[in-house]
C-alpha cells in the first residue's frame, strides 16, 4: 500500500510538472505610437502629422491581441485572429502575415513576415540573444517574473522582458526568446511597445501546436536583417516612418 500511494504522489508530481511546460498564452499588443513619434526625430512635419491622423486615440483603446502556444519542444506565436475588428465592431480587416515558429530540440525557426509590400518566409537556424538577468521582481498574469535586457542592434532598440521561472520553457512573444523560463511581458524601448499576458492556460496544446502552412520568399536571417537596415537607413534619409511597413 505504501508503495502505491509513493506512485501515485510521484506521477501527480509529474503530471504538475509536465502541465507547467506546455499551455497557451493570450497577449496583448500595445504600441504607444506618441513615444515612438517623439524618438524618429529625423522625421518630417509631414511624417509627424501624418502619424498624428493615422493613430489618433489608438493608444487609449485596447491593444492586438496575440497568441503564443507552446511546450518545452516548440512554440508557435501569432495574431490570435485572422480578422481584426474595430472596439466598436464596425470595420474589421485582415491581419497581415505574421507568425513565428520555433523548434527548441532541432534548433530550428521558421518566420512568416508580411513587410514592405511582400511576404518572407525566414527559414534558418534559432538565433540567441544576449540576456543580461536583473535582480528586479515584478507580477505579470498572476505569475512572479524577473527582468532580463538584450539590445536589438538593428533596429537600435533597448528590449526587457519578464520571465515567470514557474513555467519553464524559453518560448517568448515576437521574435525574443531563450530564457530560463517563459517571458510573459516585453517592452521595446521603455514602452514604445509593449506587449504583456493577460492570461495564461496551462494545458495539453498537442492539437494546437502544429505548423501552418506558409508561404512567402524564402530567406534567411542574415537577409532579413540586411532588408531592415536597408530600409530603415532609407527612410531615415528621406525623413519617413521605416514602421508603417515594418513591425516595430
Not at 142 to 168: H, L, R, S
Request: hydrophobic fraction near 35%; include cysteine; proline fraction near 3%.
Amino acid at each position: 500500500m505504501k508503495k502505491i500511494i509513493t506512485y501515485c504522489l510521484l506521477l501527480a508530481s509529474y503530471c504538475s510538472f509536465a502541465q507547467q511546460t506546455e499551455g497557451f498564452v493570450t497577449f496583448e499588443y500595445k504600441y504607444y505610437w506618441t513615444k515612438v513619434n517623439s524618438r524618429l526625430t529625423f522625421l518630417s512635419k509631414e511624417e509627424k502629422d501624418r502619424m498624428k491622423l493615422t493613430w489618433g486615440n489608438y493608444e487609449d483603446g485596447p491593444g492586438t491581441k496575440m497568441k503564443l502556444i507552446f511546450n518545452d519542444k516548440q512554440s508557435i506565436y501569432t495574431y490570435f485572429s485572422d480578422q481584426g475588428q474595430s472596439e466598436d465592431g464596425r470595420y474589421s480587416w485582415r491581419q497581415s502575415d505574421y507568425v513565428i515558429y520555433r523548434n527548441f530540440d532541432q534548433q530550428k525557426l521558421v518566420e512568416n513576415h508580411e513587410m514592405l509590400g511582400k511576404t518572407y518566409l525566414v527559414e534558418d537556424s534559432l538565433m540567441t540573444y544576449n540576456w543580461r538577468i536583473q535582480n528586479q521582481i515584478k507580477d505579470v498574469a498572476g505569475y512572479v517574473c524577473m527582468k532580463a535586457e538584450t539590445f536589438d542592434p538593428i533596429k537600435n532598440q533597448k528590449i526587457t522582458a519578464w520571465f515567470a521561472q514557474d513555467i519553464p520553457v524559453s518560448a517568448g512573444p515576437e521574435r525574443y526568446f531563450g530564457l530560463p523560463g517563459l517571458i510573459l511581458e516585453l517592452d521595446v524601448n521603455d514602452g514604445d511597445v509593449v506587449v504583456t499576458a493577460q492570461k495564461v492556460e496551462l494545458k495539453n496544446v498537442d492539437k494546437e501546436l502544429v505548423l501552418p502552412k506558409m508561404k512567402g520568399k524564402k530567406i534567411k536571417n542574415t537577409d532579413y536583417d540586411q532588408l531592415l537596415q536597408k530600409h530603415i537607413a532609407e527612410s531615415i534619409k528621406a525623413q519617413r516612418n521605416p514602421y508603417w511597413s515594418l513591425r516595430y
